[in-house]
């Protein structure tokens, strides 16, 4: 029927246009962001799960911050403890010298204020062994936690080791000294007992430092297969966009001119009254 109320021919072309532009904008708002899921309205379901899994991922890395932050603690310990060590060692040297009877006074004196400036150093080195405030071997903190899992139901717990002088792990008191065979005699024991002690505490502190390297490692990879897992789902193939677009755009070119055809046809009624 020939009309000028009504084009089909019009109508579809339009219709089919529409429907190019709404891809065109589709490939476009893609290749901008992307992402093939910017939006719910683009996927709902994927969008969803994709935004489970963001969530996810920001919670580990929470974790791995509080693993890091208590693994720089304990390696800030472990380094002091060290040190101690050391320190320890030093230490039982002068006072197995000091145990020689035949030791005059001046040279009894040095070793003394050798012994005694190596055993302030080490109260020294508890002190200023602290990290973000937190200190794990004077015996001010109980403990430290790390979270271990992004629902913060698990965690790694360290103890603190208290490593100050007149103390349960080191029993060199802060006046112990070697002045005498005797006093050196006794603190030779006494000293020994600590280096053995301060020894099973790096020991704890190294093993607590490797399961906090451990599970940072791990987290560290069960949020980068959770990114990739979101990248699956959302990202958009931009090789496969652009192909998209090249051929959306010359179907958009054709549709206005399969429109203009279709406008035309009204025009061809007119012959019908000449």
Do not use: C, H, Y
Request: aromatic fraction near 2%; hydrophobic fraction near 45%.
């Amino acid at each position: 029927m020939a009309s000028v109320n009504t084009n089909v021919g019009a109508l579809v072309a339009l219709q089919n246009l529409n429907a190019t532009n709404r891809g065109l904008e589709t490939v476009q708002n893609r290749i901008s962001t992307g992402l093939k899921v910017a939006s719910a309205k683009d996927n709902g379901g994927a969008f969803a799960i994709a935004q489970k899994l963001r969530g996810d991922v920001r919670s580990f890395d929470v974790v791995k911050e509080s693993l890091s932050r208590v693994g720089s603690a304990v390696d800030v310990a472990s380094a002091a403890g060290q040190a101690i060590s050391d320190l320890l060692i030093d230490l039982k040297e002068k006072a197995l010298a000091a145990t020689d009877t035949s030791l005059d006074a001046t040279s009894r004196t040095a070793l003394n204020e050798d012994f005694t400036a190596l055993r302030d150093q080490i109260q020294t080195i508890v002190d200023n062994a602290a990290f973000n405030g937190t200190n794990l071997i004077n015996n001010t903190t109980a403990s430290i936690a790390a979270l271990a899992n992004a629902e913060g139901s698990a965690a790694i717990t360290v103890l603190d080791e208290a490593l100050q002088l007149s103390g349960t792990i080191i029993t060199v008191t802060t006046t112990e000294a070697v002045n005498t065979v005797t006093n050196a005699k006794d603190a030779l024991t006494a000293i020994k007992a600590s280096l053995t002690n301060v020894n099973a505490s790096l020991a704890r502190l190294g093993t607590k430092s490797k399961a906090l390297e451990i599970q940072f490692d791990f987290v560290t990879k069960l949020s980068d297969a959770l990114t990739a897992s979101i990248g699956n789902l959302v990202d958009a193939d931009l090789a496969k966009e652009s192909a998209n677009l090249q051929a959306l755009q010359v179907k958009q070119q054709l549709g206005v001119q399969a429109l203009s055809i279709a406008n035309q046809a009204p025009q061809s009624i007119l012959g019908f009254f000449r």
